[in-house]
C-alpha cells in the first residue's frame, strides 16, 4: 500500500514539538494555560486558524494535526497550504500520528486469516494478534422474528412458510396458531474507535508535551479550539475532565458551515477540501463518486483494504465486514453521483473538521 502522511515543516525538520515551537515563536511553550487549535483540516477547524491570524479571535499557542494516514490527497495539500500561513503568523502546526490506519487493519485482518488457517490445519497457533482500532464497519447478520428455527435465507428479506404442524413444537402453540418467520439481514456497526485512537488521543498527548508533562490536570487545564459550527450545536460536549476545556470560537461567533465558507470567499481564499479519512464508513455515496473520480488510485487501494478485512479483524468475531452501509464490497457499490438515497449522508466531520 502506498504511504499517505502529511508533509509539513515539523515534519520535515524533524524536531520535537518543543525545539519546533521555539524555533517558530521564539519562546518556551506555556506551563500552563495552554490553548490549542485541535486541527481537522477541514473547512471549519481551518477556518479558526485563518481567523486567528487575521485577528479576528486570540491565537493558539499552537495547531495540532493528528494524521491517520489515510486523508486524501486534496486534505494533505491544502494542509501544506495551511503550514505556511500559520507560519507566517507565528502559529505551529504540529503533526502527530500513531501510524496507518488503512495498514493496522490489514495487519490485523492478514493475521487473523492466517490464525484461522493454523486453526483449520490443527497446528498450534503461532501467528501474533495484531491489534487495530478500527472505524465504525458494518456488518450483517441473519435474524428471524416470529419463530426460533434457524434458517439460511439468501437475499434481504424473505418470508419463510413453516407448516404449522411442525412448528408448533417449537413454538409452544399447541393449535400450531403462530406467524409465519421473517428472515432479514440486520446490519450493524462494530464501535467507533478510530476517532479516540487516532485523532483524540494522540492530539491531547502532544498537547502535554508541548508543557512537559506526561498527564493532564485540573490545576492546568488546556483549552482545546473545536471547530464546530452553528448547524452542528448539537455536536457540542462537555469533557469529562476538568483537565480539559472545550472552547468553540465559531459558535461564539454564530458561525454557520455556510458563513464559513462565505468567510473564506471574502478573504480570497478558495474552497477548503472536505477532510475525512478516505474509507470512512459515514462517507457518502457522492464523496465516495468523488474520491473515484479525482483519485482513483487512491479509491483503488481503499477497496483494497475492504477487500482485505471481509473474514475479520482482531478484537471482534463478526466476519463480513465492510466499509460500504450497503454490505457490498467497496468496488461493486453503484456510486452514482446523482443516486440519492435514505442512506446518501456524509459523516459531518465527526473526527475532525
Not at 149 to 170: F, H, R, S
Not at 230 to 238: F, H, I, N, S, W
Not at 319 to 342: C, F, I
Request: aromatic share 6%; net charge neutral.
Amino acid at each position: 500500500m502506498k504511504e499517505r502522511k502529511a508533509v509539513t515543516w515539523f515534519t520535515e525538520l524533524g524536531l520535537s514539538s518543543v525545539e519546533f515551537y521555539r524555533l517558530v515563536t521564539g519562546e518556551d511553550p506555556p506551563k500552563s494555560g495552554l490553548q490549542i487549535l485541535s486541527l481537522g483540516a477541514g473547512l471549519q477547524s481551518s477556518v479558526i486558524g485563518l481567523m486567528a491570524c487575521h485577528g479576528e479571535i486570540e491565537k493558539p499557542h499552537a495547531a495540532i494535526f493528528a494524521d491517520p494516514q489515510w486523508e486524501s490527497a486534496a486534505t494533505y495539500e491544502w494542509l501544506t497550504v495551511l503550514d505556511e500561513i500559520l507560519l507566517k503568523h507565528g502559529i505551529p502546526l504540529i503533526v502527530v500520528s500513531i501510524g496507518s490506519l488503512p495498514g493496522a487493519l490489514v495487519s490485523s485482518a492478514r493475521a487473523e486469516r492466517e490464525r484461522r488457517a493454523q486453526e483449520g490445519r490443527g497446528e498450534d497457533v503461532t501467528t501474533e494478534r495484531v491489534w487495530a482500532a478500527p472505524p465504525p464497519l458494518y456488518t450483517v447478520s441473519l435474524r428471524e422474528r416470529g419463530c426460533k428455527w434457524p434458517k439460511q435465507i439468501e437475499g434481504q428479506l424473505t418470508l419463510l412458510d413453516v407448516p404449522a404442524a411442525d412448528a408448533a413444537d417449537d413454538s409452544g402453540d399447541p393449535n400450531g396458531k403462530i406467524r409465519k418467520p421473517m428472515m432479514i439481514d440486520v446490519l450493524g456497526t462494530l464501535g467507533r474507535n478510530c476517532t479516540r485512537t487516532y485523532k483524540i488521543e494522540p492530539i491531547q498527548r502532544a498537547a502535554l508535551q508541548l508543557m512537559g508533562f506526561k498527564r493532564a490536570s485540573p490545576r492546568r487545564p488546556v483549552t482545546q479550539l473545536l471547530g464546530i459550527t452553528t448547524d452542528e450545536a448539537g455536536r457540542m460536549r462537555k469533557p469529562k475532565s476538568k483537565a480539559w476545556i472545550n472552547s468553540y470560537p465559531l459558535i461564539d461567533k454564530g458561525m454557520s458551515r455556510g458563513d464559513c465558507a462565505a468567510w473564506l470567499d471574502h478573504h480570497g481564499y478558495k474552497p477548503i477540501p472536505k477532510s475525512s479519512c478516505l474509507g470512512c464508513p459515514f462517507k457518502s455515496n457522492r464523496s465516495l463518486a468523488e474520491d473515484r473520480r479525482e483519485d482513483p488510485e487512491a479509491f483503488e487501494a481503499t477497496c483494497q483494504v475492504d477487500d482485505e478485512i471481509r473474514e475479520g479483524i482482531a478484537g471482534t468475531k463478526a466476519q463480513g465486514l465492510y466499509l460500504h452501509r450497503s454490505a457490498r464490497p467497496l468496488r461493486d457499490v453503484y456510486l452514482d453521483d446523482n443516486n440519492e438515497s435514505l442512506f446518501d449522508i456524509d459523516c459531518q466531520g465527526v473526527c475532525g473538521v
